[in-house]
């Protein structure tokens, strides 16, 4: 049984920095496509990072591009999500995910595994 159990997050004021945590157990974390979504209030979820198994590791959606970076390391199968320049439309419970299958995706019915949630809020 493989479980996603993050940590993280918190209240910051706009312009800082956040990092959030994934830790994986029970699978071959080596081997799984890892992704970060998030969903602030009122809203559907939305897919925010991805670090897949080929190149380009790393894909962002617009909205975070050149703040978020995602992270990977497989000897403590763990994934990371550094936010830095924070702005309040952040604000979200912010979802890790992941998936066993290679092909890297955005779409978050195609990811087998998820973490708990961890809030994420950004004051201005």
């Known amino acids: 049984q493989v479980q996603l159990v993050q940590s993280g997050g918190g209240s910051v004021q706009a312009g800082g920095s956040l990092r959030l945590s994934c830790a994986a157990s029970?699978?071959?974390?080596?081997?799984?496509?890892m992704s970060w979504f998030r969903q602030a209030p009122g809203k559907e979820r939305e897919f925010v990072a991805t670090?897949?198994?080929?190149?380009?590791?790393?894909t962002y959606a617009d909205s975070v591009k050149g703040r978020f970076t995602i992270s990977r390391d497989n000897a403590k199968n763990t994934a990371y999500l550094q936010m830095n320049s924070l702005k309040p439309e952040d604000t979200a419970v912010y979802y890790c995910?992941?998936?066993?299958?290679?092909?890297?995706?955005?779409?978050?019915?195609?990811?087998?595994?998820w973490g708990q949630g961890t809030q994420v809020t950004v004051s201005s």
């Open positions: 029970g699978g071959t974390f080596s081997m799984f496509v």
């Open positions: 995910a992941g998936r066993r299958a290679p092909r890297r995706t955005t779409a978050q019915e195609e990811y087998d595994y």
């Open positions: 670090f897949s198994l080929s190149r380009p590791f790393t």
